[in-house]
């Protein structure tokens, strides 16, 4: 089953009650002349575990540590939001598989050239996947992409990323005047921020429930990254929000804010459909599949990474 997104984007009152996650509003809650029949009845409940991923973006919602606990218990992401309503925190669960102790051992005790097989299996899918959104996009066959892809050797030695991504960037965005692909960088770089962190909320929440630790990863290794390895993983991925994002580039006036209609639309990220092992699924079960398939490589089972073709 797919889980849900919750988005809260005013201020807001959760609490926790038979399992459920209770929604209040604050002014309706603190309105005395309001009947209390119809103070509950203006209540929201949603079933904790249906809940994925929960956005906290605004400073005055109130949450109890009873609805925290029971979220991280069920396997939920929470991505708390700064003043600009980008992504700034990620809480998730400290366990999430029953072998944990098993897997976090064979996770560390990987060796060097086997990471360097799943990174050059990471690295071939995303530039391919990369390849497919410019020809989706733009219209445009481009072999070179292609050719990147079939290219990428063991680790990346000759780090073909690179040379791919500034292609890639330069393309997709040509309509845009002098586009780069840069973190604190101007329009649409805020959109494809508040996109990636979505996405990476939901990849470290499959590595967590996989009994894998996020912030070991098989490539990056930036000693304040916490979520290295999720970084790792979410790379193929990356290429259905640029996808998503060069849609809202498109039909929109070229405004710079995050509205709420946009932010509804990089919400989506969880559920928008993917093909994995030749089977269509959300995106969120598609990255459970890599996950597990990781462990895997990890432990001996499989040689190959699952990830999704765009």
């Not at 973006?57 to 606990?69: A, H, M, R």
């Not at 799943?118 to 020809?135: D, P, S």
């Not at 070179?144 to 791919?164: F, H, L, P, Q, T």
């Not at 909320?201 to 304040?224: C, D, F, K, Q």
Request: aromatic share 8%.
């Amino acid at each position: 089953m797919i889980k849900k997104t919750l988005y809260f984007g005013n201020p807001t009152y959760l609490s926790l009650r038979n399992g459920q996650l209770v929604i209040k509003l604050p002014e309706i809650e603190r309105n005395d002349t309001l009947p209390s029949k119809f103070k509950e009845s203006m209540e929201i409940t949603k079933p904790i575990e249906d809940i994925g991923v929960v956005v906290l973006d605004n400073k005055q919602i109130t949450i109890t540590s009873g609805v925290l606990e029971a979220m991280l218990e069920n396997n939920c992401s929470v991505i708390t939001c700064d003043s600009r309503s980008m992504p700034v925190g990620l809480m998730l669960p400290l366990y999430g598989n029953t072998t944990q102790n098993e897997r976090f051992r064979n996770q560390l005790e990987a060796s060097l050239p086997l990471k360097k097989q799943l990174w050059q299996q990471t690295i071939k899918a995303k530039i391919y996947n990369q390849a497919r959104v410019l020809e989706l996009c733009r219209g445009k066959v481009m072999k070179c992409m292609y050719i990147w892809s079939d290219d990428v050797k063991s680790g990346d030695s000759e780090n073909i990323e690179s040379r791919a991504a500034a292609f890639y960037w330069k393309n997709l965005f040509d309509t845009l005047d002098d586009f780069t692909r840069n973190r604190d960088g101007a329009y649409p770089n805020n959109l494809l921020n508040y996109g990636y962190a979505i996405l990476r909320a939901v990849v470290a929440r499959a590595l967590v429930i996989s009994g894998m630790l996020p912030t070991m990863g098989i490539h990056h290794h930036n000693r304040y990254n916490a979520y290295c390895l999720a970084d790792d993983i979410m790379e193929p991925y990356r290429p259905y929000v640029d996808e998503l994002v060069y849609n809202i580039v498109i039909n929109t006036d070229g405004k710079a804010e995050l509205t709420k209609e946009i932010k509804a639309k990089l919400l989506s990220i969880p559920t928008l459909d993917v093909v994995i092992n030749g089977r269509r699924s959300p995106l969120m079960v598609a990255v459970s599949q890599t996950t597990a398939s990781l462990y895997k490589c990890f432990s001996g089972e499989l040689r190959k990474i699952s990830y999704p073709e765009r």
